[in-house]
């Protein structure tokens, strides 16, 4: 699987909108980019997926770029329950075995 | 609520000692995952089953690292000899695809 980008960390004010970026030069064709994020303490919870065109659930939004060589995932309005570590994965379609393969993430500090 | 339940949530063992953890999948759930994660790392794949059927395995999996599916439903992971490095969290998730579904871990100590 392609390897993505994050930054360590990032902090935001509560109640304002939250964008988190994820770089995947080497994204190819078959890779659906996923989102989960994980709670302290808890295991990790699916957030959101796409493959070209951006996309939106009552979680988040998806926004990919048009060479889907990176994405962003968008947290409308940031809530203290949204302080959590994110992480943005590549899963190749063609993968039968859905076996992701998971970086660092990003640690989303929420300040109230 | 009918998420992915693991057991224990915590277990301190000494080094040597064998432990086994269990995972309760969502029962529709064909496929299931055993992942690895230590502190301020993403989950580490070890396994999977694609019903009573283990399809992979880790690299990560050594000797000393079994997991069993009997009848396509719940799921044990045994470690024997636990040796100090094998403290983590270990994780459990299921899924008939995307997305995956995950317990909420137990934390493995070894002393």
């Known amino acids: 699987d392609a390897k993505t980008t994050q930054p360590n960390s990032m902090e935001s004010n509560e109640e304002e909108p939250v964008h988190l970026p994820c770089n995947h030069s080497t994204i190819s064709g078959t890779d659906y980019i996923h989102w989960y994020r994980q709670l302290p303490s808890q295991g990790p919870e699916y957030v959101i997926h796409g493959l070209t065109s951006n996309v939106n659930n009552r979680m988040a939004s998806l926004a990919i770029a048009e060479d889907r060589k990176s994405s962003t995932l968008i947290l409308h309005r940031a809530t203290l329950r949204d302080a959590a570590v994110y992480y943005c994965i590549l899963r190749d379609v063609m993968d039968s075995n859905y076996q992701l393969i998971w970086g660092a993430g990003t640690k989303l500090i929420i300040k109230p | 609520d009918t998420g992915v339940s693991q057991d224990p949530r915590h277990k301190i063992t000494k080094r040597g000692q064998n432990v086994t953890f269990r995972c309760d999948p969502i029962?529709?759930?064909?496929?299931l995952y055993w992942y690895r994660q230590t502190l301020g790392q993403g989950p580490e794949f070890l396994t999977y089953?694609?019903?009573?059927?283990?399809?992979?395995k880790s690299r990560l999996l050594s000797d000393r690292f079994s997991a069993e599916r009997p009848k396509g439903s719940f799921s044990t992971l045994e470690i024997q000899r636990t040796e100090q490095g094998d403290s983590a969290m270990y994780l459990c998730?299921?899924?008939?695809?995307?997305?995956?579904?995950f317990g909420n871990g137990t934390r493995l100590t070894v002393t």
């Open positions: 029962s529709e759930h064909n496929r």
């Open positions: 089953f694609q019903n009573e059927a283990q399809l992979e």
């Open positions: 998730a299921s899924g008939r695809g995307s997305p995956l579904h």
